[in-house]
């Protein structure tokens, strides 16, 4: 039990601490801080059980003198990490923390309420150990992002780092210090919902987004107020959840793992993030909240990863039903032993570590351990310096949190505009005429819940400007917009009452409760008065979500019907797809004239597509992931290993790789994506034709703007090993550049190919690069590729 003794003194109430924050406390410089904040905590009790302000200077020697004197109750409360909610009352959740029986909590986002339980504990626990305050800020906080697959395809890494940035200035300033994200899984199988939160199926794409992330949340240094601590999740594998279902098992090969699904990790462990989320998985065996190899040998001895390990909701007692662990008692011992150092909603560790601890199976090494790195990233968020570092004084709170000037709409558009990808345009339907009269139409048109995407933190469905509301803005004093929803998201009861049940505080759908014959019908009636027609369908958030894995990758048969309604009127047809993961767009695409993939496109969405469709900008997103022909094809990403009878397009024949019944390979590829101009490619040249060991050579080309407009694209640097011990992909990225030419433009783009770019995992594990030819490959998408070759010697 975490002590109190009663002869301790006790400090005032809560709101008696904000002495310690002048007005100008922001701008104080670090050392004043420093003691501003300790003398807050000080002031509750004897300098003998508190941080020592003289040692804070030294991390190490602070955090060995905090542990010298914590009981073994107060180190096994540290590890103890809250969900706020309606389990427990305010006034128990301030008890606890008065206890010692709380490390952090995660889902309170208001800087009054933060307040008062970091008063709990500063004021009233024997340590006055700051407690932090965590939240699922995966895109966006306030103002809302595009969801990761989105982000991705805008292949900008500064836009990408300047939306964390924005997100740890909005988060922070809600008395937030650690973010659960980026979340970095890669995604080969669509059918999984949580597709829609990472960054899609590429190992170097979604490392180099890893890394703009966490130096986005963290900024220059985690300690400053407004940054916040990235823990990059859910480590190790869980994209690969086997078929795509959502906390299924995964079962892959080192080889695997090592080359194509662990470099995001590491890549935002290198970038210097604080924590790292354990996946709620099983890898090959294991679940990663009991393997030992996993988050010691790999994660702290190889990686050298000193930062905090914090278990997923409730994995540790899913020990038990993974079927490793008997009881609360053996889950917790596996959990502590592999290395989870905080507990996620629940209480195993709480209730059964003093008793592992004094019965010597739990060695008190690994208590201390886990306490040590949860101090260490409390350290570095500046709690110690000051544990009101992010929630402020009380007077300086703001008035009203959902205010309009606490968004950041500028980024947000400018993001979501890059983040658009353009996959048909026949006949040059777009872009749109404002002074057309436009017929609007589909269940995702005017849906502001919806266009937020799944992990939409502390969005409020007010904020969003749906694409009803950013068209009828672009189009204003001239053409006239038309608009019929014309179809619910689905009509199967069933489904609708999984998606209201999820874990959303809102009612997710809303259904229009007229005749799906009556909504066609009022929807037809608007294509036939307009001169062209946009459907915006897809999927309601909630089906590209945690628990939103699918069997099919259909647009609903509701919107289904009312597509092809709208077809047979014979008007010009835009589809704006709205969906957290790639859809089977054959019928789609057959039907529509252009075909606009705008994910979940955030707070300014509807602006942000308004922009495309209108041709106030130019899209240029490319494909982060693959979208296959039908769900059969899975998995499609393009990097895939090579076979020994590949299918050749154009050499029909049989005894090749393929499904004989549908043509080979995704419907849009990796890297994919048009543009309202058009580009053309040189021919590659590189500087030599042999890299010697540690050398670099360079590859050329010359990238042209054909068309006539402005416009921008993505050009993208793929290798091939021709022939190595083991088998390697058909291609890999390795690098790419964003360019923008001006009609009839031309450019030079130079990259440098360096012998780590030739690296792989050979099976033995070593990262090598071997002697041999290589095929060096650059396009605008993974497909069509100009090729030149060179022998690394
Ligand atoms: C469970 C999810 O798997 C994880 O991504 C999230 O961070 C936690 N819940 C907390 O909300």
Redesign the pocket.
């Known amino acids: 039990m975490a002590s109190c003794p009663a002869s301790l003194p006790r400090l005032a109430p809560p709101s008696a601490h904000p002495q310690s924050h002048g007005p100008s406390r922001r701008r104080l410089p670090l050392r004043a801080r420093l003691a501003a904040g300790l003398a807050a905590m000080l002031l509750a009790g004897p300098a003998a059980a508190a941080p020592d302000p003289a040692l804070l200077g030294d991390r190490q020697a602070f955090i060995a003198d905090l542990l010298g004197q914590m009981t073994l109750d107060e180190k096994i409360g540290q590890l103890r990490l809250i ?1 706020i909610g309606p389990d427990m009352s305010r006034e128990r959740i301030a008890n606890e923390i008065a206890a010692g029986r709380i490390g952090g909590t ?2 309170s986002v208001v800087p009054a309420d933060n307040r008062a339980m970091q008063n709990a504990a500063v004021q009233r626990s024997r340590l006055k150990i700051p407690i932090f305050f965590a939240y ?1 800020v995966v895109h966006g906080h306030r103002t809302i992002f595009p969801i990761g697959p989105g982000q991705a395809s805008s292949w900008n890494m500064q836009a990408i780092e300047r939306g964390a940035r924005v997100a740890a200035i909005e988060a922070s300033a809600d008395s937030l210090d650690m973010t ?1 994200a980026p ?1 970095v899984d890669i995604a080969r199988d669509p059918r999984w919902g949580r597709t829609s939160e990472g960054f899609g199926e590429d190992p170097y794409l979604v490392s180099r987004i890893a890394r703009a992330m966490v130096r986005g949340y963290q900024g220059d240094a985690t300690s400053r107020r407004d940054s916040i601590m990235a823990s990059v ?2 480590f190790a594998l869980y994209g690969a959840v086997e078929g795509g279902r959502d906390y299924n098992v995964v079962d892959m090969s080192p080889m695997r793992m090592y080359q194509d699904y662990l470099p995001p990790y590491r890549a935002a462990i290198d970038a210097g993030a604080g924590g790292v ?1 354990v996946a ?1 998985n099983s890898i090959n065996g294991v679940p990663a909240s009991a393997d030992t190899w996993l988050l010691q040998d790999l994660l702290r001895r190889d990686w050298r990863f000193g930062g905090v390990a914090v278990s ?2 409730g994995a540790i007692k899913e020990l038990i039903r993974h079927g490793v662990a008997r009881d609360d008692r053996e889950a917790a011992k596996l959990a502590i032993r592999a290395g989870v150092e905080m507990s ?1 909603a629940d209480e195993l560790y709480l209730n059964e570590l003093p008793g592992l601890v004094k019965s010597g199976e739990v060695p008190i090494a690994d208590i201390d351990r886990a306490v040590r790195n949860i101090l260490g990233a409390k350290y570095d968020m500046g709690l110690f310096h000051d544990p009101y570092l992010r929630i402020g004084r009380a007077a300086d709170d703001p008035p009203d949190l959902y205010a309009e000037s606490r968004l950041h709409r500028a980024d947000a558009r400018a993001l979501a505009r890059e983040s658009l990808v353009l996959l048909e345009n026949r006949n040059r339907t777009l872009p749109l005429r404002k002074n057309a009269i436009l017929a609007l139409v589909g269940p995702l048109a005017d849906s502001p819940v919806d266009i937020m995407g799944s992990w939409s933190a502390a969005g409020r469905g007010t904020n969003p400007v749906t694409l009803r509301q950013g068209m009828e803005a672009a189009m204003r004093g001239q053409g006239r917009l038309l608009y019929a929803r014309g179809a619910n998201v689905t009509d199967d009861p069933a489904l609708v009452e999984y998606l209201n049940q999820l874990n959303w505080d809102t009612k997710e759908i809303v259904q229009d409760p007229r005749p799906p014959a009556e909504m066609i019908a009022e929807a037809v009636a608007a294509a036939r008065r307009a001169d062209v027609v946009v459907a915006a369908v897809g999927e309601s958030r909630g089906m590209s979500h ?1 628990s939103s894995s699918r069997t099919t990758l259909d647009i609903p048969a509701s919107q289904r019907a009312l597509l092809a309604a709208l077809k047979a009127t014979g008007k010009p047809l835009v589809l704006v797809l709205m969906n957290g993961r790639p859809l089977d767009l054959r019928e789609a695409s057959a039907t529509a004239d252009a075909l606009l993939e705008t994910w979940f496109s955030g707070t300014e969405g509807g602006n942000a597509i308004a922009d495309v469709l209108f041709g106030d900008y130019n899209p240029s997103g490319k494909l982060p992931i693959s979208f296959p022909r039908s769900i059969g094809q899975i998995p499609t990403y393009y990097n895939h290993p090579r076979v020994g009878r590949p299918f050749t397009e154009g050499k029909p024949g049989n005894y090749t790789s393929q499904y004989f019944e549908e043509k080979t390979g995704p419907l849009y590829p990796f890297g994919y994506g048009l543009s309202y101009t058009s580009f053309s490619l040189g021919d590659l040249a590189l500087s030599s034709p042999v890299m010697a060991r540690g050398g670099r050579i360079g590859a050329r080309i010359t990238v042209k703007n054909t068309g006539d407009r402005a416009g921008a694209t993505v050009v993208q640097l793929y290798v091939r090993d021709e022939s190595a011990s083991v088998v390697r992909a058909v291609k890999e990225l390795k690098n790419f550049q964003k360019i923008s030419l001006e009609p009839g433009e031309e450019r030079i783009v130079h990259f440098d190919i360096v012998e780590d770019d030739l690296k792989f995992f050979n099976a033995r594990l070593e990262h090598v690069a071997e002697p041999g030819a290589f095929e060096v490959q650059i396009g605008l998408n993974s497909q069509d590729v100009e090729r030149a070759r060179f022998e690394l010697h």
């Open positions: 969900s995660f889902n699922d659960f979340m999740k859910h989320m709620l997923d909701h996620m945690e």
